[in-house]
């Protein structure tokens, strides 16, 4: 009867699980909880960095100038993600807002100055993103009178719920929309010779070429998104201990919205441009949905600019939107959190951004040339990148504790990033002006 005991103590004993493993278990577990709650800041601005301007410059890249703008694009990840960090970094940080920290160790007339850029690149997107929704209407016969009004009540609603990160989490979903764009690579048959002949070629000295390079950098780094992932990790009381999960967040962002820029240009480049040369012309959604027609089929192009358009278009104006009014309300001083509903202590915020939406939808009830305006408001953006990515650099240096600024390689790296992107924009003035 012996054998028969132990051969069942060590049974037992080898269904107990080692509590070393137990442990590391729970802390893998724990750390993967921890990573979900602060996923979202980085990757929502990320969403919204690629709105309705920023397909449609993609778009009309492709059109124009077939592949050469997929290498600008990739280039333009790592400039974005180390804008886009440092942004986070002081948030966590500091534990306020850009607006806040540009008033507060520079002044209030300085203060203005960074709130009068936010507001017309917040002002600009918010516009293209309701003429955007009034193409995909368009599209499907629905007229503007109708989408641009439900369009901003949803969005006002949305803010309206007393919760950041039900904000979050709508504004992710929508984004996500854009991922369309991926099946449609495939569809488009792209070819791939001359995709990768593209990449050598660099055309500065042609000013169609010059005016959408500005266009895609403006597309692609705008005043609005620092502001708003500096507000957004504040609301969500991120600490110290998120900043590496918050980075994690932002680089994957970086990657996405760029992955979905470089499969837009690919789609319009190996369909318009390879069949109708550089001398096509977009000029509203239903240009783009004609243009794309004979090769992924009526309605396949219509719902893939419909689903893609809408979802980018509504999660850029929601972080637009928010990004102006938090930052016009850390420069005048008003009480704002999206974790708080309406009341008289947080009046001024909402009033101020229910009136954007209003008046943004009022002036895109008049009819306007979609693309003319998305590509002006990008090349703005563009121009407005030095007084940006100045107070950026400045903050970060002045700021933050030194353990938690830049150091070494990385700092010479991001300066430099910054530098070159501001110098383009400056080189760029005499060309697109």
Not at 130 to 148: C, D, E, R, Y
Not at 223 to 239: E, R, S
Not at 374 to 399: R, S
């Amino acid at each position: 009867m012996e054998p028969k005991v132990g051969i069942e103590v060590h049974r037992e004993q080898a269904s107990i699980p080692d509590k070393t493993d137990v442990t590391v278990t729970k802390k893998r577990h724990m750390a993967k909880l921890v990573f979900l709650a602060v996923w979202g800041p980085g990757l929502i601005v990320m969403l919204a960095d690629t709105d309705i301007g920023s397909l449609v410059t993609a778009a009309q890249s492709g059109a124009q100038l077939g592949y050469k703008m997929i290498l600008p694009n990739l280039i333009l990840i790592p400039i974005l993600y180390v804008v886009q960090e440092m942004t986070a970094r002081l948030g966590i940080l500091t534990g306020k807002g850009h607006g806040a920290l540009i008033r507060e160790h520079f002044g209030k007339k300085w203060g203005l100055l960074s709130a009068g850029t936010l507001f017309a690149s917040s002002i600009g997107a918010l516009l293209t993103e309701f003429a955007g929704v009034a193409g995909v209407g368009a599209l499907f016969g629905l007229s503007p009178n109708i989408t641009v009004p439900v369009a901003a009540a949803f969005l006002i609603g949305v803010a309206f719920t007393g919760s950041y990160r039900r904000v979050e989490r709508i504004g992710v979903a929508l984004g996500l929309a854009e991922l369309v764009f991926v099946p449609a690579v495939f569809l488009s048959h792209p070819n791939v010779h001359q995709v990768i002949h593209a990449f050598g070629q660099v055309s500065l000295h042609k000013h169609s070429y010059t005016v959408l390079l500005a266009a895609n950098i403006g597309a692609v780094i705008m005043p609005w998104m620092i502001f708003y992932q500096q507000g957004a990790v504040i609301d969500k009381n991120l600490t110290k201990s998120n900043l590496r999960s918050e980075k994690r967040d932002t680089l994957f962002g970086s990657f996405l919205t760029q992955f979905i820029a470089v499969a837009v240009v690919i789609v319009f480049a190996a369909t318009i441009w390879a069949h109708h040369g550089g001398g096509s012309s977009l000029s509203t959604v239903e240009s783009m949905a004609r243009g794309l027609q004979p090769y992924l089929g009526n309605v396949a192009a219509k719902v893939i600019l419909a689903v893609a358009l809408t979802g980018a278009a509504l999660v850029a104006a929601l972080v637009a939107s928010l990004a102006g009014t938090w930052g016009l309300s850390e420069v005048l001083g008003w009480h704002h959190s999206l974790n708080e509903r309406l009341s008289a202590n947080n009046a001024k915020f909402y009033v101020a951004y229910a009136l954007v939406h209003i008046i943004g939808a009022m002036v895109v009830l008049a009819n306007v040339d979609l693309v003319s305006l998305v590509i002006d408001v990008e090349v703005m953006n563009a121009l407005l990148l030095p007084i940006v990515l100045g107070f950026l650099l400045t903050l970060e240096a002045k700021v933050l504790s030194a353990p938690y600024r830049m150091k070494g390689s990385y700092r010479v790296v991001a300066t430099l990033l910054c530098l070159i992107t501001v110098g383009f924009a400056l080189y760029s003035i005499p060309t697109v002006i």
